[in-house]
């Protein structure tokens, strides 16, 4: 037989060796078993080149990052992919939204399991966003080289903030219209602008087509594009920033060298031509991201897909009157995470709606520039920083206490309930 027979199967052949050549056409090589192969496997493949070809063992404890901000980032995904799906039904409109609701729950298949979950994630997403910054905080891990990443951070979870926000509003229930009502009005008590940002949320002077046709422009398009842009600027500084934040260790120091702090690289370089892997170097306290991260990181995926179905299973997402401009419901409530702002606007509209949210988001974005101290990162509590942690931890309990006081004990015309 010629070897341009051999070369060319035919027939059976063809048919046998076809679901060997899909696999190979698109995974040019077998699972990686060296350490070369697990290097290039970072490198080359599209999905995981975001990763660094090596991590920190640090970076993957799970008592250190509680997966959050992974968690935020997957609740994020869960969020997109319902949302497209619940697009295919919804429409803008002040006459068809409640009813395209009613239809989610009553005639389309798994219309209501699908709302339930992209409403759970949601609420998800603006908790775990929080606690993700209250870790990274509480870490020390916004100090330098990292404060830029931190500042992005703060600009994400208004970001998320306002996404949330702007969703609330488009079921067009009694919930979703003064809720939004009542936020809006917040931002009117900016001082000179209030008014003119008002009616450019609105398109209008109060809660109308308007409002709901920008509110979903902005919630399906401008808002998901602005999230993934910076969530992309996010993970690209976690790289240039060298990783996760840990704390400084002497195994970053060659002393039979004599080489202090010797230049980390990362990328396939850290690899080939790395310092680390020279016997009798510097101690390599870093391990392959295949299989090491991505295991970790689908570990964290499992989770809070898991818990948002068994919570979208139970629990329905709610779903009130339809909207009754003549009626509103007394008290009318902001979005919970609003709660607290609607809670202190009761004391004073200004301070409460703008001086003392602005003040807090302004400290968040100096933070890193005026805590210049270097002690203390990569470490829960740590003792060096108990000032700093105890005046943030200060600040959040507040803001949780007014939150839950303006959830749970204020009734008509926002007096005080007592529990008792
Ligand atoms: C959509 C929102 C966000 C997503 C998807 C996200 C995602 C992530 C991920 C996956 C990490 C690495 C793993 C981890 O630390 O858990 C991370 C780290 C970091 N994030 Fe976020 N994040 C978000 C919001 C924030 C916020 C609100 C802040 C602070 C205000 C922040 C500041 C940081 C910083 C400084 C790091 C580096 C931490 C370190 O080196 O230890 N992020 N983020």
């Not at 199967?9 to 060296?34: D, M, Q």
Request: hydrophobic share 50%.
């Amino acid at each position: 037989m010629s070897n341009a027979t051999k070369e060319t199967p035919g027939g059976f052949a063809v048919l046998r060796e076809l679901p060997s050549n899909v696999w190979n056409s698109i995974f040019r090589g077998p699972l990686p078993s060296t350490d070369l192969e697990r290097s290039s496997t970072s490198f080359t493949n599209f999905f995981l080149h975001i990763h660094p070809v090596k991590v920190n063992r640090h970076t993957l404890r799970p008592a250190y990052t509680l997966g959050l901000g992974l968690i935020s980032l997957f609740l994020f995904l869960i969020l997109v992919v319902t949302g497209v799906l619940l697009m295919f039904y919804y429409v803008p409109s002040t006459t068809q939204a409640y009813d395209r609701m009613l239809d989610l729950r009553g005639t389309v298949a798994f219309g209501i399991f699908l709302r339930n979950m992209h409403r759970w994630s949601a609420h998800g997403m603006v908790a775990i966003v929080f606690l993700h910054m209250c870790r990274v905080f509480l870490t020390g891990a916004y100090k330098k080289p990292r404060e830029f990443n931190w500042v992005l951070g703060v600009v994400l979870l208004l970001v998320t903030l306002f996404l949330s926000f702007t969703g609330y509003l488009l079921p067009w229930d009694q919930l979703a219209f003064w809720a939004i009502t009542v936020g809006t009005s917040i931002a009117g008590y900016a001082p000179l602008i209030g008014k003119q940002m008002q009616f450019v949320l609105l398109g209008d002077t109060t809660v109308g087509q308007e409002a709901l046709l920008r509110f979903y422009v902005l919630h399906v398009a401008v808002l998901p594009a602005v999230l993934v842009l910076l969530i992309a600027v996010h993970f690209w500084r976690i790289r240039k920033d060298g990783g996760l934040s840990r704390p400084e260790k002497a195994a970053e120091t060659a002393p039979q060298t004599g080489v202090v702090k010797m230049r980390k690289v990362y990328g396939l370089q850290g690899f080939v031509r790395g310092p680390f892997t020279k016997v009798g170097n510097v101690p390599d306290d870093s391990v392959y991201s295949w299989p090491n991260l991505l295991m970790s990181e689908l570990f964290v995926f499992v989770l809070p897909v898991s818990v948002i179905l068994v919570v979208s299973l139970a629990f329905n997402a709610p779903l009130e009157q339809p909207v009754n401009v003549m009626h509103p419901p007394n008290p009318a409530k902001a979005p919970w995470y609003f709660l607290g702002l609607q809670e202190m606007v009761s004391y004073s509209a200004f301070w409460g709606g703008i001086g003392i949210p602005g003040i807090m988001v302004g400290l968040l974005l100096v933070t890193p520039y005026i805590d210049r101290g270097a002690k203390g990162v990569g470490k829960w509590f740590a003792k060096e920083r108990l000032l700093a942690n105890t005046i943030f931890l200060t600040l959040v309990t507040l803001n949780i206490i007014f939150i839950v006081i303006g959830t749970f004990f204020r009734g008509p015309n926002w007096t005080f309930v007592s529990p008792f």
